[in-house]
Nanobody, 125 residues
Framework: VQLQASGGGLVQAGGSLRLSCAASGRTVNRDTVAWFRQTPGKERNFVAALFRTGYSPDYAESVKGRFTISRDNAKNTMYLQMSNLRPEDTAVYYC???????????????????WGQGTQVTVSS
């Protein structure tokens, strides 16, 4: 599986961005899909995940109410809509998928088999 993340950029605080992550090589429609982010010198942190169809999405507390994760099965693509962005949201954002995530572990990066290359999001104050 190859995951191609896109949509990052420079935005002012309060603005919005939509990240996309297109999968190729296999369908990820039944996978758990997730977004993580990382700043220099720090660990990669969980942002949001969609476990399976029928389950509500999961979000890190810091992004609840501002970010929305979604997927388009027809396009084999996942998205992260980010609104009301803050300078502390600045990071490299990574998409990830796995067909075998246990729900209690979906916030752990070790639960995911496939990773995108990352896309930079910079929020200016």
């Amino acid at each position: 599986v190859q995951l191609q993340a896109s949509g990052g950029g420079l935005v002012q605080a309060g603005g919005s961005l939509r990240l996309s992550c297109a999968a190729s090589g296999r369908t990820v429609n039944r996978d758990t899909v997730a977004w993580f982010r990382q700043t220099p010198g720090k660990e990669r942190n969980f942002v949001a995940a969609l476990f399976r169809t029928g389950y509500s999405p999961d979000y890190a507390e810091s992004v609840k109410g501002r970010f929305t994760i979604s997927r388009d099965n027809a396009k084999n693509t996942m998205y992260l809509q980010m609104s009301n962005l803050r300078p502390e949201d600045t990071a490299v954002y990574y998409c990830a998928t796995s067909p075998s995530v246990i729900r209690s572990t979906l916030a752990s990066q070790t639960a995911y088999h496939y990773w995108g290359q990352g896309t930079q999001v910079t929020v200016s104050s």
